[in-house]
T-cell receptor
């Protein structure tokens, strides 16, 4: 069974600085999707970034980028130029390639941004 | 395009009552997933449905919980004889039938049991 681990329950970053959130996962599949979701206090689940496992190039969305290390089964999220609105819970997530697969979430990292 | 619609946003029930949570998937999406988020935890998969079929219910508690996705109308997650431990946020997600990729989440229903 697939599992997702986030070893940092809480992280903090100074405004305008860079922070990296860690995620590791376990799977026997060779092709899959990885995601980072943001959950602000409003409790919405907001997709931040996605990565397809067969693509070697790391995904980037504006200030958000990932470091995808397939062999190490590592998928970290880097947030550059941190803003107060980035404060939220961040969940790393895995999904298999078929349309039948559920999303498996990590336990989350709570990110605080210090003004 | 409307996103995934869940209602109600907040639901309060007394112990022993029934709770019904509704989810309308995005237009064109025929796959619906329900997840539960207990306080201070991540989302845990409960059930996956297509129209009129339950495909995977491996995350559903064996008793009191049921789900349906009828041919017409929203998907319903039903919790009978609620207990305090059912207090949680329940999220619905949908995806199109032809591809995997990210699921689109609703804003969730926060269920509180008095």
């Amino acid at each position: 069974a697939q599992t997702v681990t986030q070893s940092q329950p809480e992280m903090s970053v100074q405004e305008a600085e860079t922070v990296t959130l860690s995620c590791t996962y376990d799977t026997s599949e060779s092709d899959y999707y990885l995601f980072w979701y943001k959950q602000p206090p409003s409790r919405q689940m907001i997709l931040v970034i996605r990565q397809e496992a067969y693509k070697q190039q790391n995904a980037t969305e504006n200030r958000f980028s990932v470091n995808f290390q397939k062999a190490a089964k590592s998928f970290s999220l880097k947030i550059s130029d941190s803003q107060l609105g980035d404060a939220a819970m961040y969940f790393c997530a895995y999904r298999g390639k078929t349309s039948y697969d559920k999303v498996i979430f990590g336990p989350g990292t709570s990110l605080s941004v210090i003004p | 395009n409307a996103g995934v619609m869940q209602n109600p946003r907040h639901l309060v029930r007394r112990r022993g009552q029934e709770a019904r949570l509704r989810c309308s998937p995005m237009k064109g999406h025929s796959h619906v997933y329900w997840y539960r988020q207990l306080p201070e935890e991540g989302l845990k998969f409960m059930v996956y449905l297509q129209k009129e079929n339950i495909i995977d219910e491996s995350g559903m508690p064996k008793e009191r919980f049921s789900a349906e996705f009828p041919k017409e109308g929203p998907s319903i997650l039903r919790i009978q004889q609620v207990v305090r431990g059912d207090s949680a946020a329940y999220f619905c997600a949908s995806s199109p039938p032809y591809a995997a990729g990210p699921q689109h989440f609703g804003d969730g229903t926060r269920l509180s049991i008095l």
